[in-house]
């Protein structure tokens, strides 16, 4: 699967995204090296602890099917720039796809690519 078409599915995913309070959309799509897509949304609660991010519902959703062998992530926002993860997705993202490439995109079609190294150079590990 070309990066680009990630992308359109990370896109699909924004569309689906649960936010009533902040009306801010994320999409993210997750690509196995066996060649499958998980889509996920951020997921807002009234009791904010409990929202969830679109970086780890994918991932999430992925892991909950038996894939654990990621090759890259895609995503985007409703913003008109990149919105990279957070730092609670930035370490599951450490854990589940050390070496994936992590791809960001904005509303111009524009991308960017960063290893987790580039984003998170110093984490937590076991």
Request: charged fraction near 25%.
């Amino acid at each position: 699967m070309k990066y680009s078409d990630l992308v359109k599915e990370a896109m699909k995913a924004k569309e689906l995204a649960y936010v009533p309070y902040s009306h801010f959309q994320v999409g993210a799509a997750v690509l196995t090296k066996a060649g499958k897509v998980y889509r996920g949304c951020n997921i807002e609660n009234a009791s904010y602890g409990a929202t969830n991010c679109a970086e780890r519902t994918a991932l999430y959703k992925a892991v909950s099917e038996g894939d654990r062998d990621f090759e890259a992530i895609a995503i985007v926002s409703s913003s008109n720039d990149f919105t990279p993860p957070c730092g609670i997705c930035r370490q599951v993202l450490a854990e589940l796809m050390p070496n994936g490439i992590i791809i960001l995109a904005n509303d111009k079609g524009e991308t960017r690519e960063y290893s987790l190294d580039d984003l998170l150079p110093v984490r937590f590990e076991l």
